[in-house]
């Protein structure tokens, strides 16, 4: 079983930035892709972007160039920076991460972006 825990979340102002963590417990034997994935209100939940096993990544068209997934294997984290971001940024962040027969999701981290 594996426990995921996002931090980061928060107010800021449009341009600034943001970085969220995606703190993994237990075991991630056989984990083979982690991404991040956000829910504004009244809509549904969108991929932000992910990342492969093999390091590769990709990301959604409204946050290529603004956003960033990289990982710390030596910790078992996961982080988004976000930079530049827009009022239309603002939504409920979660992480997932899936495996050979296994899909775990964080509990959410809400980013606003508002002036």
């Given at each position: 079983?594996?426990?995921l ?5 928060g ?15 237990g ?8 991404g991040?994935y956000?829910q504004?209100p ?43 971001l ?7 962040y ?5 495996g ?6 964080g ?9």
């Open positions: 079983q594996l426990q825990v996002e931090s980061g979340g107010l800021v102002q449009p341009g600034g930035s943001l970085r969220l963590s995606c703190a993994a417990s075991s991630i034997r056989g984990i083979y892709v982690m991040w956000r504004a009244g809509k549904q939940r969108e991929l932000v972007g992910q990342i492969q096993s093999g390091g590769s990544t990709n990301y959604a068209d409204s946050v290529k160039g603004r956003f960033t997934i990289s990982r710390d294997n030596a910790k078992n984290t996961l982080y988004l920076q976000m930079n530049s827009k009022p239309e940024d603002t939504a409920v979660y992480c997932r991460w899936r050979w027969g296994s899909d775990y999701w509990q959410g981290t809400q980013v606003t972006v508002s002036s």
